[in-house]
Nanobody, 116 residues
Framework: QVQLVESGGGLVQPGGSSRLSCAASGFTFRLYGMKWYRQAPGKERELVAD????????NYADSVKGRFTISRDNVKNLVYLQMNSLKPEDTAVYYC?????????WGQGTQVTVSS
């Protein structure tokens, strides 16, 4: 079955960096675009970034453009989110996401807290 497992969250100081990973299994990873979402307390889940099957196309939310980078490793079945110049407003639970054969799958999420 499709599984997505995020890791790499934690407490980061403002201006710092963190890299999230999402390990995918149960489907042919290289054939599917991947997305990162986040959900802050009291807010709706929002799309942060997405990446095409071979990584040639990426898109970002305006709020993270220039600070975050999405990438993938189709050998290791991993998708990454490199986050730089972190701000307190980036505090959220971060989720990776894929749609496989019309079904939407989410990981369990990883908490990122940006605070001094």
């Amino acid at each position: 079955q499709v599984q997505l497992v995020e890791s790499g969250g934690g407490l980061v100081q403002p201006g710092g960096s963190s890299r999230l990973s999402c390990a995918a299994s149960g489907f042919t990873f290289r054939l599917y675009g991947m997305k990162w979402y986040r959900q802050a307390p009291g807010k709706e889940r929002e799309l942060v970034a997405d990446i095409s099957t071979v990584g040639s196309r990426t898109n970002y939310a305006d709020s993270v453009k220039g600070r975050f980078t999405i990438s993938r490793d189709n050998v290791k079945n991993l998708v990454y989110l490199q986050m730089n110049s972190l701000k307190p407003e980036d505090t959220a639970v971060y989720y990776c996401n894929v749609i496989v054969k019309g079904t939407l799958y989410w990981g369990q999420g990883t908490q990122v807290t940006v605070s001094s």
